[in-house]
């Protein structure tokens, strides 16, 4: 298989759910990526911002390049910081709730955080996050690595039960915890671009019905194929082709059912893409 050998199907439309822009390596050449990503039917990207900080560059990145729309929240690995300016990230987020369509990625990490006092401050911020998407109805990015049983059992208590949707981005968790999320309607799952080589992922693709499921690059991280130097949005079409394959679908049918999710899920026709 060739990195381009996906140009066969031009005609196929597709939404990269989950992509870090900001980062340095892919920010430095923005209009190639964003350029190379539409050559290959990539027609919206969702960036994802993660920390207060990055208010600013969100919303001059959508400027810039309207096809990319913006989730933004403290991360759990930003939540453990000394200050994770957790005022300013709620202010900044209402006054500027218009310009973004989902708060994430949030969550927790229990992969990278083993301290129980660090986790309990990432709880603390994850809540808080939760409570603010309650309050301006929005739906939310969820990150929980080694952590989807604290991550579900917060997710499920009824302070949080109007959320209007939960997406859980590249999840991890045992069958246990899928059957669990799968009860809920309006929760989500992505696939990232790992399910080329990874069984877990493929295992996830594989018992998730493409009506519950989007496509995520997760860029610069999870490059699906060893010589790539990183992972970018043009990508995400290797998802799709892997999905298809699993699934034993048309390719087609998996491009248009995942940009039909996306488009639902962040209600993007609000924000002026159809």
């Keep these: 298989m060739t990195l381009n050998s996906h140009d066969q199907y031009p005609k196929n439309e597709f939404i990269d759910a989950h992509a870090h822009l900001l980062w340095p390596s892919l920010l430095q050449d923005i209009q190639q990526l964003i350029d190379s990503a ?48 957790l005022e300013t990230f709620i202010t900044l987020f209402r006054k500027h709730r218009d310009h973004f369509v989902g708060i994430g ?19 603390e911020i994850f809540r808080a996050q939760l409570t603010l998407a309650v309050e301006l ?19 499920e208590e009824a302070a ?10 590249c999840f991890g968790g045992s069958q246990k915890y899928l059957d669990r999320a799968l009860t809920h309607e309006n929760w989500m799952f992505t696939i990232p671009t790992s399910v080329v080589y990874k069984k877990l992922h493929r295992i996830l693709a594989m018992r998730v019905p493409i009506t519950r499921i989007m496509l995520e690059t997760d860029s610069p991280f999870l490059k699906p194929y060893p010589e ?28 248009m059912q995942t940009t039909a999710n996306v488009k639902a899920f962040f209600h993007l026709a609000d924000y002026g893409f159809r």
């Design 160 to 169: 949080y039960s109007s959320i209007p949707g939960v997406l859980l981005h």
């Design 105 to 123: 990625e949030i969550g927790l990490d229990y992969w990278q955080v083993k301290d129980p006092l660090l986790r309990k401050k990432q709880e």
């Design 137 to 155: 109805q929005k739906p939310v990015i969820i990150h929980c690595r080694d952590a989807e049983k604290p991550a579900i059992a917060i997710l």
């Design 38 to 85: 539409n050559r290959q039917g990539v027609k919206a990207i969702i960036n994802i911002g993660i920390n207060s900080e990055e208010f600013d560059s969100c919303i001059a990145l959508h400027k810039k390049f309207p096809s990319v729309f913006n989730g933004i929240g403290i991360h759990p690995e930003e939540a453990i910081a000394a200050d994770p300016k």
């Design 228 to 255: 790539l130097s990183r992972n970018e949005p043009q990508y995400v079409v290797a998802v799709a082709r892997e999905v298809a394959s699993l699934k034993d679908i048309p390719l087609e049918d998996v491009a």
